[in-house]
């Protein structure tokens, strides 16, 4: 991931101020000096856009920092306004290694101190989340979210973050799902690709159906999207197709063995004479479908 670190938008490096500078510029005397503070003196920032820290990477961070110490220095702004006597600065980068520094059981960690506004300091968390790839799609949709609610436009957002304007839109849309499915993106048991291909399907039970097959038989992205494009020309028909090019007994057929079967049929022909087509993706599928038919428990 290091070597497309300049294209994703401004990078660390243009979005942080100079650090010697910084510390040249401050009247902390003490802090400049140190560059170090207490880990009780540091908060996470709220608005931190990535949410999940697996304790297995946390606890194995913080054996290294046990036997190495802190090498790289999180990045923190000074708060101007205080709720605690104690916390005297927010983490705008390196929340990974405070967490694990505390783990530890260590007392000070290294700092470079930013001057940062607060509404800049979400996009440099995003920026620095999205080089590490850190983030799951959910996380990215939310800061995104957040950018936008302040004031950015798609476009805007895609160029400071170094994306395409299409995928920050991508992002937006897995907002509309329900929240179980979007804890189930959390979690890694729907991918993007699963996401987009739900928001196909218009219907809101047969897109939870979709959405249970895809959990339940673990169906390929491919497959999914095949699945979503029948199931959502279903619930929205087609007005540029000709009236006559199906008889309505067939399409209501059609319609009803979909509804039961939830999969790809096409019938062909007419009433009197013709052909039904079921599709199926594996072996499992295909044992669902019989089952249903033959409407065995």
């Given at each position: 991931?290091?070597?497309?670190?300049?294209?994703?938008?401004?990078?660390?490096?243009?979005?942080?101020?100079?650090?010697?500078?910084?510390?040249?510029?401050?009247?902390e005397t003490d802090?400049?000096?140190?560059?170090?503070?207490?880990?009780?003196?540091?908060?996470?920032?709220?608005?931190?856009?990535?949410?999940?820290?697996?304790?297995?990477?946390?606890?194995?961070?913080?054996?290294?920092?046990?036997?190495?110490?802190?090498?790289?220095?999180?990045?923190?702004?000074?708060?101007?306004?205080?709720?605690?006597?104690?916390?005297?600065?927010?983490?705008?980068?390196?929340?990974?290694?405070?967490?694990?520094?505390?783990?530890?059981?260590?007392?000070?960690?290294?700092?470079?101190?930013?001057?940062?506004?607060?509404?800049?300091?979400?996009?440099?968390?995003?920026?620095?989340?999205?080089?590490?790839?850190?983030?799951?799609?959910?996380?990215?949709?939310?800061?995104?979210?957040?950018?936008?609610?302040?004031?950015?436009?798609?476009?805007?957002?895609?160029?400071?973050?170094?994306?395409?304007?299409?995928?920050?839109?991508?992002?937006?849309?897995?907002?509309?799902?329900?929240?179980?499915?979007?804890?189930?993106?959390?979690?890694?048991?729907?991918?993007?690709?699963?996401?987009?291909?739900?928001?196909?399907?218009?219907?809101?039970?047969?897109?939870?159906?979709?959405?249970?097959?895809?959990?339940?038989?673990?169906?390929?992205?491919?497959?999914?999207?095949?699945?979503?494009?029948?199931?959502?020309?279903?619930?929205?028909?087609?007005?540029?197709?000709?009236?006559?090019?199906?008889?309505?007994?067939?399409?209501?057929?059609?319609?009803?063995?979909?509804?039961r079967l939830q999969?790809?049929?096409?019938?062909?022909?007419?009433?009197?004479?013709?052909?039904?087509?079921?599709?199926?993706?594996?072996?499992?599928?295909?044992?669902?479908?019989?089952?249903?038919?033959?409407?065995?428990?």
């Amino acid at each position: 991931m290091a070597s497309n670190n300049k294209a994703l938008g401004r990078g660390l490096e243009a979005l942080l101020p100079d650090k010697e500078s910084s510390y040249a510029n401050s009247q902390e005397t003490d802090t400049a000096a140190k560059r170090e503070l207490r880990v009780d003196q540091i908060r996470r920032n709220p608005d931190q856009p990535r949410r999940a820290f697996g304790e297995s990477e946390l606890s194995s961070l913080a054996e290294s920092l046990s036997n190495h110490g802190v090498i790289q220095p999180v990045v923190v702004r000074k708060l101007s306004i205080r709720t605690d006597e104690q916390v005297t600065h927010e983490l705008i980068v390196g929340e990974r290694r405070w967490r694990a520094a505390q783990l530890a059981g260590l007392e000070k960690i290294p700092v470079t101190i930013s001057d940062l506004a607060p509404k800049e300091v979400l996009e440099v968390a995003l920026v620095e989340n999205v080089q590490r790839q850190d983030l799951n799609p959910m996380e990215l949709g939310l800061a995104f979210r957040s950018l936008i609610d302040s004031g950015a436009s798609q476009q805007e957002v895609g160029l400071r973050i170094g994306l395409d304007r299409s995928t920050v839109a991508n992002h937006l849309r897995i907002l509309e799902l329900p929240r179980s499915f979007q804890e189930d993106i959390e979690q890694g048991l729907l991918t993007m690709g699963h996401a987009k291909a739900l928001l196909q399907v218009t219907s809101p039970e047969r897109r939870l159906a979709l959405r249970d097959r895809i959990l339940r038989e673990g169906l390929s992205v491919r497959a999914t999207e095949e699945l979503a494009r029948d199931l959502g020309s279903a619930s929205t028909p087609n007005r540029r197709q000709p009236a006559t090019s199906i008889d309505p007994n067939l399409e209501s057929l059609v319609s009803s063995l979909r509804d039961r079967l939830q999969t790809k049929v096409k019938v062909s022909g007419k009433p009197a004479r013709g052909k039904i087509e079921i599709e199926f993706y594996g072996e499992s599928e295909l044992s669902r479908i019989a089952e249903a038919i033959l409407e065995r428990p």
